[in-house]
């Protein structure tokens, strides 16, 4: 029982451990993936308005 409480305490406090790394952008530079799920102003618009029909028939 007395090695059963201090690997319970050690344990425990290991969940408390917050990494200190910064991590430094450079402004105007995007590293992430290209974003497939792009489209057009125009292409989302009409992509809405066929929506906002199926759902608004009754008024």
């Given at each position: ?25 450079e402004p105007g530079v995007y ?26 028939t009754d008024r």
């Amino acid at each position: 029982m007395k090695y059963i409480v201090p690997f319970i305490v050690l344990f425990g406090l290991s969940a408390c451990y917050e990494d200190t790394d910064v991590t430094i952008h450079e402004p105007g530079v995007y590293k992430g993936k290209p974003d497939s799920h792009v489209e057009s102003y125009e292409a989302r618009e009409d992509i809405l308005a066929k929506r906002f029909q199926q759902v608004q028939t009754d008024r």
